[in-house]
Nanobody
Framework: QVQLVESGGGSVQAGGSLRLSCAAS????????VGWFRQAPGKKREFLAA???????RIAEFVKGRFTISRDSAQITVYLQMNRLDPEDTGVYYC??????????????????WGQGTQVTVSS
């Protein structure tokens, strides 16, 4: 089964950028839909972006224009590029993989495999 390893989190000032990476430690993402979610303290886990192996992507409306998702040609790593970060973007960011690529992409329960999470802190 695929295992997901996230990296790239950290602390940044408002207006800055970060790029998160999600690497498949076993196998590739070629047969999975991969999504990014985040969870702030006291809040539900929320969908940010998803990518399919054929290049289709979906971005949540509230981060559209600031966040982009991509995957490398080897289908091993998926990236979340985050620009113009705001303190409201602070939280733990997770990548996840779904084997049923036709399931509803913005629902966390439709993802089978999850990374350990990486903290993103944006200061004002």
């Amino acid at each position: 089964q695929v295992q997901l390893v996230e990296s790239g989190g950290g602390s940044v000032q408002a207006g800055g950028s970060l790029r998160l990476s999600c690497a498949a430690s076993r196998g590739t993402f070629s047969t999975f839909r991969v999504g990014w979610f985040r969870q702030a303290p006291g809040k539900k886990r929320e969908f940010l972006a998803a990518t399919w192996s054929d290049g289709v992507v979906r971005i949540a409306e509230f981060v559209k224009g600031r966040f982009t998702i991509s995957r490398d040609s080897a289908q091993i790593t998926v990236y979340l590029q985050m620009n113009r970060l705001d303190p409201e973007d602070t939280g733990v960011y997770y990548c996840a993989a779904a084997s049923d690529v036709n399931s509803i992409y913005f629902m966390p329960e439709n993802y089978n495999y999850w990374g350990q999470g990486t903290q993103v802190t944006v200061s004002s």
